[in-house]
T-cell receptor
Framework: GAVVSQHPSWVICKSGTSVKIECRSLDFQATTMFWYRQFPKQSLMLMATSNEGSKATYEQGVEKDKFLINHASLTLSTLTVTSAHPEDSSFYIC??????????FGPGTRLTVT | RKEVEQDPGPFNVPEGATVAFNCTYSNSASQSFFWYRQDCRKEPKLLMSVYSSGNEDGRFTAQLNRASQYISLLIRDSKLSDSATYLCVARQNNNDMRFGAGTRLTVKP
């Protein structure tokens, strides 16, 4: 089946620094990718929809200037958490697919901000 | 009110038991429905789609009641490997998926 990869799988950073997370579709082209965040024992929450060649669409309450999304090619979307704070510590998951087909999720990136 | 609500559990059952999970969704415009399985610290993986006519995949049976906006998942003859969190998902259009918080299942020997 389709494969979506994420890098890094986990990262620890200091408060105030920025972290970039990559999401790649390995064997298909994805004009749209999705970024989710999941806190412990909570649901996946959609943060934004990443559109190739255009601006991302952010969900209500998600700061677009803090969570920068770049979808520069049909196989790569990046999420940059700028000026990270401890409350940004979470499990970040991307997905790709859509249309009538299922969504394929990346393995997730666990971010810890100290 | 959350868009998709599930009983969080946990459900602790012995091997071989039958267990049922329920889910309700609030957006009547939701068009398609799924059950995903998520293991600890891993990404969700599609378990099965849910159709109005009901559908079965081996030991797993999913039901959808659009009038009641209710979705269910039945697992028969539980295995240890079924232990996971089960996520109910309602999709409004081709892109917008809303997840329930998940129901945690532990199957014990």
């Amino acid at each position: 089946g389709a494969v979506v990869s994420q890098h890094p799988s986990w990262v620890i950073c200091k408060s105030g620094t920025s972290v970039k997370i990559e999401c790649r579709s390995l064997d298909f082209q994805a004009t749209t990718m999705f970024w989710y965040r999941q806190f412990p024992k909570q649901s996946l929450m959609l943060m934004a929809t990443s559109n190739e060649g255009s601006k991302a669409t952010y969900e209500q309450g998600v700061e677009k200037d803090k969570f920068l999304i770049n979808h520069a090619s049909l196989t790569l979307s990046t999420l940059t958490v700028t000026s990270a704070h401890p409350e940004d510590s979470s499990f970040y998951i991307c997905s790709a697919g859509g249309g009538a087909s299922e969504q394929y999720f990346g393995p997730g990136t666990r971010l810890t901000v100290t | 009110r959350k868009e998709v609500e599930q009983d969080p559990g946990p459900f602790n059952v012995p091997e071989g038991a039958t267990v049922a999970f329920n889910c309700t969704y609030s957006n009547s415009a939701s068009q398609s429905f799924f059950w995903y399985r998520q293991d600890c610290r891993k990404e969700p993986k599609l378990l099965m789609s849910v159709y109005s006519s009901g559908n079965e995949d081996g030991r797993f049976t999913a039901q959808l009641n659009r009038a009641s906006q209710y979705i269910s998942l039945l697992i028969r003859d539980s295995k240890l490997s079924d232990s996971a969190t089960y996520l109910c998902v309602a999709r409004q259009n081709n892109n917008d998926m809303r997840f329930g918080a998940g129901t945690r299942l532990t199957v014990k020997p």
